[in-house]
């Protein structure tokens, strides 16, 4: 028995040093000749789609666009679209889409704190679902970060998060590593920043304006999976 348990342990290692041996194998060409994903991405096919977005905005069911414009936040393209539902609710919308098959999401969430000056609080995570479609079969649940984020001249109630095709996160390594994943099966994930932001009184409470944030983001990411996230076919 105590033979069995050695010969056992004995093959383990063979596979582990077996194992290790394909990973070199595999690796070392792509080390010397610097195609890493990571290094020499695989291109992103819908970047034309998401340019269009900084400069036509998005169709929401239900809200009217009042304006929209690019803006230059920390020196990157945006695009501001301010929306209504009705004379009482409003609200504005920054997304700043991937550039290109290099780009990725870093300091977007510290670019808009400078662009609009705020001083923010009550910061905590939140979360919302698109339902399943005909294209989605299943439901994309998306992790949001929610906040109040207020200036001199206004206060929001705040929801941001990075947008992609199968959901999305306020945190880029939660891109990265889909993005990472999605590279070795040959795709790519693009993704896109939104920042949504409602306007409510002076230091007011952000939790009254929470069930509007959530289903405004459900209208923009079930837009953007439709256009400019959806992955084209090869």
């Not at 700043?96 to 098959?101: E, G, I, M, Y």
């Amino acid at each position: 028995m105590k033979l069995t348990k050695q010969n056992i342990k004995l093959n383990q290692i063979i596979l582990l040093l077996f194992l290790l041996l394909l990973l070199l194998v595999g690796a070392v060409p792509g080390y010397l000749q610097k195609h890493w994903a990571w290094e020499k991405p695989l291109p992103v096919k819908t970047i034309s789609q998401m340019r269009e977005i900084r400069q036509k905005g998005l169709e929401l069911p239900g809200w009217q666009t009042k304006n929209v414009k690019e803006v230059s936040v920390s020196g990157e393209k945006w695009l501001y679209q301010e929306v209504q539902l009705n004379p009482e609710t409003t609200a504005i919308l920054l997304l700043r889409p991937q550039k290109d098959d290099k780009d990725q999401p870093q300091v977007q969430w510290v670019d808009v704190k400078g662009f609009q000056r705020w001083q923010t609080d009550r910061d905590r995570p939140v979360q919302f679902t698109i339902p399943p479609t005909s294209e989605h079969p299943q439901p994309t649940k998306v992790e949001a970060q929610f906040f109040r984020g207020w200036n001199r001249q206004q206060t929001f109630a705040v929801l941001q998060w990075y947008a992609w095709y199968s959901g999305g996160s306020p945190d880029p390594a939660s891109w990265f590593w889909s993005d990472q994943i999605a590279q070795w099966q040959g795709k790519r994930v693009p993704w896109i920043a939104v920042s949504i932001q409602i306007p409510i009184e002076p230091l007011g409470d952000i939790e009254p304006a929470l069930p509007q944030a959530q289903s405004l983001g459900q209208a923009v990411q079930t837009a953007l999976m439709s256009s400019s996230l959806q992955r084209k076919k090869s």
